[in-house]
């Protein structure tokens, strides 16, 4: 069964991994059986984003896992003394999961933390197996998820940063060394060094293309800023049924599927508010405990939505135990990216849309649904089934009209586009003709507003 198992390793050179920032599976044929753990130190102190038991954090690990093609054979949970500098493991586990691995075929082991290059390496030789650890198969997710340019540079980039620490630990051919000109042949440039160089060059390439991107995003959003049009984004843990929401209040039809990282690149449609105004709906991808710092930088651009939102929905799976741990990963990644979400009149102006009702028992519904009556910028709702929705376009359009001006202005009869304008985009209260123009009393939306003001 070992031969079998080096065989396989035999056919990925580079251990999986290639400067071409090709992920770990790439086996053609069958799919990969792959095994989760998930260690568990016993006495280390919890942190807020911690504070889940072992066993959810395994099974959200396993989630993961389903997420890209390959035959999912078990996981469990490994509790820990300490961390082994060498092996994270004890030498009784490794051998534990070596038999394991021998008697499953397993192709590759996941660990659900972070290893070290070293411990990657031990591991590896150890159970005779593939590993690879929790970023690794977040940027595998990514990697398979990407359908735009932009997702596809800003993966390969995220990969390219994670592989380029990890080349002395993967790449079977880094201790040859190339020989030099001349008769003799000096010691030439040794192939760590070269593939170091591959990927560094690649790095600098991929990031220039990405800056390029960046100045056309930034371009179209400085175009949607001169339209009198709020941006409303929706947030949220992985899986938490955004895009489900995100079809069913604008008719799009997003990919939405019960699984971790569905969506990666971001959507925007145009929604109109029971008031007359008009939003621009943005979908955005998915957040997750732990999230790779890598990817967090490398799909800043794409994130830069959320920053430049004029109001955040955070959409929360309801139904899930660990819901008000999500909601902290949640705040957490956007206080990384510079977004606050604070107390009502701080920060971005924020809603919370409890959805997936429908998963709930009738008794936790009734709870919900009193909780949400209790706090004016929250809404229960059913992404899937439409209910509540309604509840939620309400309280956007509320929170739109609650800080709206009311001003007076008169506006020349030969200013007809600003006439235009205030018919379309204000409440109008008053319309008096007088000699040196029309005289308009109205409500507006302050944001709508500025945008005008700033062309005129």
Known sequence: MANKTDD???????????????GYLQDEGAKQRVYVVHPYLRDRRETSHLKRSPEARLDEAMGLALAIDVDLVGGEVTHLRERRPATLIGVGKLDELKAMVEEEEIDLLIFDCELSPGQQRNLERGTKCKVIDRTALILEIFGARASTKEGELQVELAHLEYQRSRLVRSWTHLE????????????????????????????TRIKRQLEQVTRTRTLH??????????????VGYTNAGKSTLFNRLTKAEVLAEDMLFATLDPTMRALEMPSGKRIILSDTVGFISELPTTLVAAFRATLEEVCEADIIVH???????????????????????????????EGTPTIEALNKVDLMSEEEQVALVTKDDRIRHMAALSGLTGEGCDRLIATIDDLLGT???????????????????LHANSSILREEHGEEGVTFEFNVDPIAWAKFSQRH
Do not use: N
């Open 315 to 345: 959409v929360r799976d309801a139904s899930h135990p660990d819901s008000e741990i999500q909601k902290l990963d949640v705040e957490e990644v956007l206080a990384d990216l510079g977004v606050e979400i604070t107390e009502e009149g």
């Open 176 to 203: 040859r060394q190339r020989g030099g000109s001349g008769f003799m042949g000096g010691p030439g440039e040794t192939q760590i060094e070269a593939d170091r160089r591959i990927i560094a060059e690649r790095i």
């Open 403 to 421: 800080t709206d001006l009311h001003m007076e202005l008169t506006v020349p009869y030969s200013d007809g586009a600003t006439q235009a304008w």
């Open 221 to 234: 959003r400085a175009r949607r800023q001169k339209a009198p049009y709020p941006v409303v984004a929706l």
């Open 8 to 22: 396989r390793s035999a056919k990925q050179p580079g251990g999986g991994w290639s400067t071409e920032g090709l």
